[in-house]
């Protein structure tokens, strides 16, 4: 059973960023310290006086930005890009505004905007491809990471971004790389070192993955997906008993993560406890009614107990909660094949074939062909 790799693009952005004007006035010790509901409290009034200067609308952005006030931060930017068009910060700003916004399109043209007037601009990039790699533009997205590592090459988020678009290209070892010297620009981001994690896991590298695991409960002992993925890794290890105690504390912290149910019962089928293994699979399609897998894993357990005939129920209700599922199809076929039915086996197990289910080709050979 493979652990759900998440892929995180809203962390990678590039936060805003102004340079404050060398005077010191209230507004800007108040940006200065933190303080934004003051710093915006004090643009209101000064702006009252003043619409004609750029800076005010600026400050008063970023203070907004800042308080998550995104519409009336993109706002100010504009107010601000009609006084000064040429000024590639706001551009830069206005466009982190609407992605905050989801309107990944007038980002995208922003980030444009900005990179023509300074062609420079590494964080630019980095934001920019964070945008194609939501609008699924892999190729281009890689192109901007690399200029941007290219422009800043002490940018963590930019080696972190690139390698989760690796991931989504199918290049783990590539993604491992960027990942490795992400960590190693800055090795307090328990994210950085949860993305290797997934990845070690998926190349089947669980000593590695479970290292990786740990480490992020260093920073967070009570992480849910932390402690599940050191038990996922356990389980992979042979470490079954101890693996099973994990999932308690996950399933203890997320009582309906139906995930944890479903990794559980794996376990217990390897640790050959088959009415656990049932009770968790019971759980976990009643939280995930609409995952087959669940069911998959259920029928799998009564195939263990030689009740041939439930386990075949449980496939059939599987393809009925999805019947792109080629595992359900590929078990059905199994157990018809076993009762030689073979024209509903074979049927099923070129079902599963086109849905994709690997390992068939020698199946379908050894029990349809001549039969």
């Not at 200067?53 to 993109?74: H, P, Q, T």
């Not at 281009?140 to 989760?164: H, Q, T, W």
């Not at 399933?251 to 009770?279: C, S, T, V």
Request: with cysteine; charged share 30%.
């Amino acid at each position: 059973m493979e652990k759900k790799l998440s892929i995180i693009v809203a962390g990678l952005l590039c936060i805003s960023s102004f340079s404050f004007a060398q005077e010191t006035t209230p507004g800007i010790t108040y940006l200065e310290q933190g303080d934004y509901q003051k710093a915006k409290d004090y643009y209101d009034i000064a702006l009252k006086a003043n619409q004609s200067n750029a800076d005010l609308f600026n400050y008063r952005a970023f203070a907004e930005y800042k308080l998550k006030e995104y519409k009336n931060a993109a706002e100010d930017y504009t107010r601000s890009i009609k006084l000064a068009p040429f000024d590639a910060t706001s551009y830069y700003n206005r466009g982190n505004c609407e992605h905050e916004l989801h309107d990944e399109i007038s980002a995208l043209s922003d980030y444009n905007k900005s990179i023509d007037m300074k062609n420079d601009y590494g964080d630019a990039y980095n934001n920019r491809a964070n945008i194609r790699v939501i609008l699924k533009d892999s190729l281009n997205a890689l192109l901007d990471y690399n200029s941007a590592i290219e422009l800043e090459p002490d940018s963590a988020k930019a080696y972190l971004g690139r390698g989760n678009l690796k991931v989504r290209m199918l290049d783990l070892d590539g993604a491992v790389d960027d990942y490795n010297k992400a960590i190693s620009m800055d090795s307090l981001r328990p994210d950085y070192f949860f993305q290797r994690a997934g990845v070690l896991d998926s190349l089947g590298n669980y000593k590695k993955a479970l290292k990786d695991f740990n480490k992020v409960l260093v920073f967070d002992p009570n992480l849910p997906d932390g402690v599940s993925g050191v038990a996922d890794c356990e389980m992979k290890l042979g470490d079954i008993k101890k693996a099973i105690k994990d999932f308690d504390k996950v399933i203890e912290m997320e009582p309906k993560d139906g995930w944890a149910y479903l990794h559980r019962a794996f376990a217990k089928i390897q640790n050959k406890d088959y009415p656990g293994a049932i009770q968790d699979c019971n759980q976990a399609s009643k939280l995930m009614p609409t995952d087959p897998i669940p069911l998959v894993r259920r029928g799998d357990v009564k195939v263990a107990l030689g009740k041939y005939s439930d386990a075949d129920a449980d496939y059939v209700l599987a393809i009925g909660v999805d019947r792109s599922c080629a595992e359900a199809f590929y078990k059905r076929a199994l157990e018809e094949i076993a009762g030689k039915h073979y024209d509903f086996g074979c049927r099923d197990l070129q079902r599963a074939k086109e849905l994709g289910q690997k390992k068939v080709d020698e199946l379908i050979k050894q029990n349809c062909e001549g039969k």
